[in-house]
């Protein structure tokens, strides 16, 4: 079968067709016919985020994506294409210190019930593999928003008995923030762990209006709504 | 302010990092890849605490568990250290954000692992390893923690002082980005760069950055490694493609069955035990399988949705209705550079923690759910201990001199002759130590094994790069990383020639008792190949 790889320009190997993964696909060109292809990976079982790729379009984990005859390979969208199909996710991984995607405050002895733990069980097995992050259409004309994978996890925070300062969390997803999602979900489609992060941000939108915040949108028609 | 460096960015090299910011030490944290695609993401199946001693668990339990799994091989008062600070350390974990898995009663779940007497693992679900580092992560997020991404370890710089002892005063990297080499300078410097099981190669539950830089590089600088011959093989990989089934699967009472549908060990003894029992039916030309179909859907979705997905994934099989194919495969490495009850190594300032290190508690065969305790007791623990040393530390030394030298290696490198391919030679030892310096191991063998290790090493120069350029050249990374398993592997086979017994995850076919007499010691090598043992 052949597959179609986008480096500097799109190159065309052959490989021998044998039902196997993308990633073992990779291997088998990197090994026997060309040592100068690029591309990350690491546990090979979906958990370490290293492998994610574009397929015909879409994004997908390179270990879990069974590679088809004629199928189109490119790096990530919305990050710097450091060689082939390797990025450079400094700029994506830093949305999650400006969206202040951790816990506020070491806390002790809050007890948490299993409906406490299932809050945000599905939120925590985030690997960070930057699909949602290249799916999003919002990084076309703002470059400074903060994404879906931070916002699921400034969302994963908020939503926990732990995090005691709630509000300072809603503070720091108002610009650049929940507000700029266009809620297309094209996040939710690509997400190898089923996360929706088009749905935590509009929880999170949800928590903001708690808190006295609203659609910045909806603010320019009334006009003298002040906080 | 005086800094620490930490190389690697896994559970260990995370906590680490916390722990010397909190004791007010300039920290970095250096990664060869990204902070959450380390190991430690792999690991499923928990962490063991004793949390409360109502249910006839207690401390002193967990430490004779891992004691007896250690086959005599661990140092007591680092396990009983290590068992103590469990609660504490698990405690940490949840009051950072950890998401355990809770029981009824609002408490963190726990479940039975190999070699347990009582449920003990803490959980969550089967992502524990992920939910532990990605909070790590976001801890140091929190903590403004600086973390260089993409630069790989290629030495510590040493010295000596008037003494003649030896000291480290920084490190040397390649940024794989741009392909330059860079040094930092730091008063004191913590490796926790992981285990060498890819040697194995195809025969590895690993990630492929499994390859030991750091234990090569801390031998290179004039550390000393102990016990390299123990090396884990778990029980339950996928048969294809070697890739983890989570031990909590048996903990939760999966069965390994034969072709004849047959059981034939207890499921629930260590891993050693287990692996050992299977290798001698596969001899047998049995074919091996985990069966969790009784344990139900609705559990198995709930409990190990991982291993359900898997199993669906790699092998085309639904666990829920059908047999698992599975083989062991090399898991973890209990050996490691050589610390002492500080984590420090023999070279002043430089420490080293978590699987790349040997703090002497998982001896001959490591207790499942022992690894991510190891790396947050001893994580916290040598943290504290780099920054206090870096505190009364004042040595500045010229890094340009070494920096030269390095880019000058790379340099001849890339000048090699690339007439044999290393990828086929990288495979061909993760076959040949499969087999020879696996479960079963005997003297002629793992001769052979060495004379072939040898031979590769001198035929180096042929090998080298068919990728000459300098941006994200991953061929010459995968080389570099090649080099050191390749060292690592002499190692490996010299101490499991040396070790004359059978202990723990040792198992030698031409002596197959245990020697107290002259082998209940830990084996410590130089770069030299050189071995003492030590109690």
């Given at each position: 079968m052949k597959i179609n790889i986008k480096r500097d320009s799109v190159v065309c190997y052959e490989i021998e067709a044998k039902n196997q993964t993308l990633l073992e696909a990779l291997n088998e060109i990197k090994i026997?016919?060309?040592?100068?292809l690029a591309y990350n990976s690491g546990c090979?079982?979906?958990?370490?985020?290293?492998?994610a790729v574009r397929v015909n379009g879409r994004e997908v984990l390179a270990c879990s994506y069974h590679v088809q005859d004629g199928d189109f390979v490119e790096p990530l969208n919305n990050t710097p294409v450091i060689r082939d199909l390797v990025v450079d996710m400094d700029k994506a991984y830093a949305f999650n210190a400006k969206a202040k995607a951790y816990q506020s405050s070491i806390t002790s002895s809050v007890l948490l019930s299993h409906e406490d733990e299932k809050l945000n069980e599905v939120q925590s097995?985030?690997?960070?593999?930057g699909s949602c992050y290249s799916a999003c259409p919002v990084y076309a004309i703002n470059s400074e928003f903060l994404g879906p994978f931070s916002l699921t996890r400034v969302w994963r925070y908020v939503s926990?008995?732990?995090?005691?300062?709630k509000k300072e969390k809603i503070d720091t997803v108002q610009i650049n923030g929940v507000?700029?999602?266009?809620?297309?979900n094209a996040c939710t489609l690509v997400c190898p762990q089923g996360i929706s992060s088009k749905a935590d941000i509009e929880k999170l939108r949800a928590r903001s209006v708690m808190f006295g915040y609203m659609d910045p949108s909806f603010s320019n028609f009334g006009g003298g709504l002040s906080f | 302010m005086k800094s620490v460096i930490i190389i690697g960015a896994g559970g260990a090299g995370l906590v680490a990092a916390l722990s010397a910011k909190e004791s007010g030490a300039k920290v970095t944290v250096i990664t060869k890849?990204?902070?959450?695609?380390?190991?430690?993401?792999?690991?499923?199946?928990g962490i063991n605490a004793?949390?409360?001693?109502?249910?006839?668990?207690?401390i002193e339990l967990h430490v004779q568990n891992t004691l007896k799994s250690a086959a005599g091989l661990a140092d007591e008062n680092a396990v009983r250290y290590m068992c103590q600070e469990a609660p504490h350390a698990v405690a940490w974990l949840d009051s950072i954000g950890v998401g355990f898995s809770r029981t009824n009663e609002s408490k963190i779940a726990q479940r039975k692992l190999g070699g347990?007497?009582?449920?003990?693992a803490c959980y969550a679900q089967d992502y524990t390893g992920l939910k532990i580092l990605h909070t790590l992560y976001d801890r140091c997020l929190a903590e403004g923690i600086e973390i260089l991404n993409e630069r790989y370890l290629l030495e510590f710089l040493t010295c000596k002082d008037a003494q003649e002892k030896i000291f480290v005063y920084g490190v040397s990297v390649l940024n794989?980005?741009?392909?330059e080499v860079q040094t930092y300078e730091a008063q004191s410097v913590i490796v926790a760069?992981?285990?060498?099981?890819?040697?194995?190669h195809n025969y590895?539950?690993?990630?492929?950055?499994?390859?030991g830089d750091g234990i090569a590089t801390a031998l290179r600088a004039g550390a000393k490694a102990s016990d390299l011959e123990f090396v884990q093989f778990h029980?339950?990989?996928?048969?294809?493609?070697?890739?983890l089934i989570s031990e909590s699967a048996r903990g939760a009472g999966g069965y390994i069955l034969n072709s004849k549908g047959e059981?034939?060990?207890?499921?629930?003894?260590p891993r050693d035990e287990v692996s050992k029992a299977i290798d001698d039916e596969i001899a047998k030309g049995e074919d091996i399988f985990l069966d969790i179909?009784?344990?139900?859907l609705e559990f198995i979705e709930k409990e190990l949705p991982q291993e359900a997905k898997l199993a669906k994934l790699?092998?085309?099989?639904?666990p829920t209705c059908e047999l698992i194919p599975i083989k062991p495969a090399a898991h973890?490495?209990?050996?490691?550079i050589d610390v002492d009850e500080n984590s420090s190594?023999?070279?002043?300032?430089l420490y080293a923690v978590g699987e790349?290190?040997?703090?002497?508690?998982?001896?001959?065969n490591r207790l499942g759910g022992n690894s991510l305790l190891e790396l947050v007791v001893f994580g916290r623990q040598v943290g504290k201990n780099a920054a206090e040393y870096a505190k009364n530390t004042d040595k500045n030394l010229d890094l340009q001199e070494r920096k030269i030298v390095l880019q000058e290696q790379i340099t001849e490198i890339k000048e090699y002759?690339?007439?044999?391919n290393f990828y086929e030679k990288q495979k061909f030892i993760g076959d040949l130590f499969y087999k020879n310096v696996g479960i079963k191991r005997d003297k002629t063998a793992l001769q052979n094994v060495l004379n072939e290790v040898q031979e590769i090493k001198s035929i180096l120069p042929k090998m080298g790069l068919s990728d000459k350029t300098k941006i994200y050249n991953t061929n010459l990374i995968e080389f570099l990383e090649f080099k050191n398993m390749l060292e690592l592997a002499e190692f490996i086979i010299i101490s499991a020639i040396n070790r004359q017994e059978s202990r723990g995850a040792h198992f030698r076919v031409d002596f197959p008792t245990a020697d107290d007499e002259k082998f209940k010691a830990h084996s410590i090598i130089d770069k030299n190949g050189a071995i003492c043992y030590e109690d």
């Amino acid at each position: 079968m052949k597959i179609n790889i986008k480096r500097d320009s799109v190159v065309c190997y052959e490989i021998e067709a044998k039902n196997q993964t993308l990633l073992e696909a990779l291997n088998e060109i990197k090994i026997t016919q060309d040592c100068s292809l690029a591309y990350n990976s690491g546990c090979r079982s979906s958990v370490c985020g290293s492998c994610a790729v574009r397929v015909n379009g879409r994004e997908v984990l390179a270990c879990s994506y069974h590679v088809q005859d004629g199928d189109f390979v490119e790096p990530l969208n919305n990050t710097p294409v450091i060689r082939d199909l390797v990025v450079d996710m400094d700029k994506a991984y830093a949305f999650n210190a400006k969206a202040k995607a951790y816990q506020s405050s070491i806390t002790s002895s809050v007890l948490l019930s299993h409906e406490d733990e299932k809050l945000n069980e599905v939120q925590s097995n985030c690997i960070l593999c930057g699909s949602c992050y290249s799916a999003c259409p919002v990084y076309a004309i703002n470059s400074e928003f903060l994404g879906p994978f931070s916002l699921t996890r400034v969302w994963r925070y908020v939503s926990d008995k732990r995090e005691l300062n709630k509000k300072e969390k809603i503070d720091t997803v108002q610009i650049n923030g929940v507000w700029d999602c266009t809620l297309c979900n094209a996040c939710t489609l690509v997400c190898p762990q089923g996360i929706s992060s088009k749905a935590d941000i509009e929880k999170l939108r949800a928590r903001s209006v708690m808190f006295g915040y609203m659609d910045p949108s909806f603010s320019n028609f009334g006009g003298g709504l002040s906080f | 302010m005086k800094s620490v460096i930490i190389i690697g960015a896994g559970g260990a090299g995370l906590v680490a990092a916390l722990s010397a910011k909190e004791s007010g030490a300039k920290v970095t944290v250096i990664t060869k890849e990204y902070p959450t695609r380390s190991q430690t993401c792999m690991a499923q199946g928990g962490i063991n605490a004793v949390l409360s001693e109502d249910g006839g668990d207690s401390i002193e339990l967990h430490v004779q568990n891992t004691l007896k799994s250690a086959a005599g091989l661990a140092d007591e008062n680092a396990v009983r250290y290590m068992c103590q600070e469990a609660p504490h350390a698990v405690a940490w974990l949840d009051s950072i954000g950890v998401g355990f898995s809770r029981t009824n009663e609002s408490k963190i779940a726990q479940r039975k692992l190999g070699g347990a007497y009582a449920p003990r693992a803490c959980y969550a679900q089967d992502y524990t390893g992920l939910k532990i580092l990605h909070t790590l992560y976001d801890r140091c997020l929190a903590e403004g923690i600086e973390i260089l991404n993409e630069r790989y370890l290629l030495e510590f710089l040493t010295c000596k002082d008037a003494q003649e002892k030896i000291f480290v005063y920084g490190v040397s990297v390649l940024n794989k980005r741009s392909g330059e080499v860079q040094t930092y300078e730091a008063q004191s410097v913590i490796v926790a760069t992981g285990g060498y099981s890819r040697i194995y190669h195809n025969y590895s539950t690993n990630s492929v950055s499994s390859t030991g830089d750091g234990i090569a590089t801390a031998l290179r600088a004039g550390a000393k490694a102990s016990d390299l011959e123990f090396v884990q093989f778990h029980p339950t990989a996928l048969k294809n493609s070697s890739i983890l089934i989570s031990e909590s699967a048996r903990g939760a009472g999966g069965y390994i069955l034969n072709s004849k549908g047959e059981r034939f060990v207890n499921e629930l003894l260590p891993r050693d035990e287990v692996s050992k029992a299977i290798d001698d039916e596969i001899a047998k030309g049995e074919d091996i399988f985990l069966d969790i179909r009784h344990l139900g859907l609705e559990f198995i979705e709930k409990e190990l949705p991982q291993e359900a997905k898997l199993a669906k994934l790699y092998e085309n099989i639904d666990p829920t209705c059908e047999l698992i194919p599975i083989k062991p495969a090399a898991h973890y490495t209990m050996g490691g550079i050589d610390v002492d009850e500080n984590s420090s190594t023999c070279i002043a300032g430089l420490y080293a923690v978590g699987e790349c290190a040997n703090h002497r508690v998982h001896g001959a065969n490591r207790l499942g759910g022992n690894s991510l305790l190891e790396l947050v007791v001893f994580g916290r623990q040598v943290g504290k201990n780099a920054a206090e040393y870096a505190k009364n530390t004042d040595k500045n030394l010229d890094l340009q001199e070494r920096k030269i030298v390095l880019q000058e290696q790379i340099t001849e490198i890339k000048e090699y002759t690339n007439e044999i391919n290393f990828y086929e030679k990288q495979k061909f030892i993760g076959d040949l130590f499969y087999k020879n310096v696996g479960i079963k191991r005997d003297k002629t063998a793992l001769q052979n094994v060495l004379n072939e290790v040898q031979e590769i090493k001198s035929i180096l120069p042929k090998m080298g790069l068919s990728d000459k350029t300098k941006i994200y050249n991953t061929n010459l990374i995968e080389f570099l990383e090649f080099k050191n398993m390749l060292e690592l592997a002499e190692f490996i086979i010299i101490s499991a020639i040396n070790r004359q017994e059978s202990r723990g995850a040792h198992f030698r076919v031409d002596f197959p008792t245990a020697d107290d007499e002259k082998f209940k010691a830990h084996s410590i090598i130089d770069k030299n190949g050189a071995i003492c043992y030590e109690d």
